[in-house]
């Protein structure tokens, strides 16, 4: 019975260009896993620094409204 990859008469063998490829494609595969997660850490990261800034934006915001209607509610009895 013949296993995948054997030829009639001849054994299966990896060659050397074959297993250089194969050693590049599985560095090429962890490099993209790592920049994929580099980049989703930077996203999450993003996201957060966005949220501060709102929250910042939001009490700038409220601190301005609140000195504008200090004058106001002083004037009513």
Known sequence: ???????YGF???D???ALRLE???RVARLQHDAVVERLERF???LER????LWLA????VGAILA???QPLLAALP
């Open 1 to 7: 019975m013949r296993e995948a990859g054997e030829r």
């Open 11 to 13: 054994e299966a063998f």
């Open 15 to 17: 060659c050397a260009p």
């Open 23 to 25: 050693a590049q494609e």
């Open 43 to 45: 996203e999450a990261a």
């Open 49 to 52: 620094l966005e949220r501060r």
């Open 57 to 60: 934006v939001y009490g700038v």
């Open 67 to 69: 000195q504008a209607f």
